[in-house]
């Protein structure tokens, strides 16, 4: 799962998902950081950490 907001994120690793958390976006990173989700700042980094899972 790939999300952005504090919400989607708990949800997901709720679920039992492996969480890739975007931090580059309008979501503080604070927010995002803690949740259990891999924060990456960048696309350009996705493709990445996706072969990485």
Do not use: K, Q
Not at 6 to 34: D, H, K, Q, W
Not at 37 to 51: G, S
């Amino acid at each position: 799962m790939v999300e952005d907001s504090p919400v989607g994120v708990t949800a997901a690793v709720s679920a039992g998902m492996r969480c890739l958390a975007f931090a580059g976006g309008i979501t503080p990173v604070s927010r995002l950081e803690g949740l259990g989700a891999t924060l990456f700042h960048h696309p350009a980094e996705l493709p990445a950490l996706i072969t990485a899972l």
